[in-house]
């Protein structure tokens, strides 16, 4: 079984970073220190190995988030859930056009 490491914030209780998807601690600690410098030493980061394809759904899901999160501060009069039913919507269809060719 393959297994990737990510970073988990005990403060908020989620993850984050998902562009920091890595096979091995070292990678994902290099990469945490390069994207937020030495915020990353505070004990609320931790490295957590997830199972590759939980690590996917995982990604996929915080892409949503923030992407739902940016139109939403463009568009604050829209409920954020709308905005993020809206983008996993969108991304489905877009998957299932692709999945056709």
């Given at each position: 079984?393959e297994?990737?490491y990510?970073i988990?914030?005990?403060?908020?209780?989620e993850?984050?970073?998902p562009?920091i998807?890595?096979t091995?601690?070292?990678g994902a600690?290099?990469?945490?220190?390069k994207?937020?410098?030495n915020d990353?030493r505070?004990?609320?980061f931790?490295?957590?190995?997830?199972?590759?394809?939980?690590?996917?759904?995982?990604?996929k899901?915080l892409k949503q988030?923030?992407?739902a999160e940016r139109i939403?501060r463009?568009?604050?009069?829209?409920?954020?859930n709308?905005i993020?039913?809206?983008?996993?919507?969108?991304?489905?269809?877009?998957?299932k056009?692709?999945?056709?060719?």
């Amino acid at each position: 079984m393959e297994y990737r490491y990510m970073i988990y914030n005990n403060m908020k209780n989620e993850y984050q970073f998902p562009r920091i998807c890595e096979t091995t601690v070292k990678g994902a600690n290099t990469l945490l220190f390069k994207l937020i410098g030495n915020d990353a030493r505070k004990d609320r980061f931790k490295i957590v190995k997830v199972e590759k394809e939980k690590a996917k759904s995982i990604v996929k899901e915080l892409k949503q988030k923030y992407k739902a999160e940016r139109i939403h501060r463009e568009l604050d009069n829209i409920p954020f859930n709308e905005i993020l039913e809206l983008v996993k919507r969108n991304e489905e269809d877009n998957d299932k056009r692709t999945r056709k060719f």
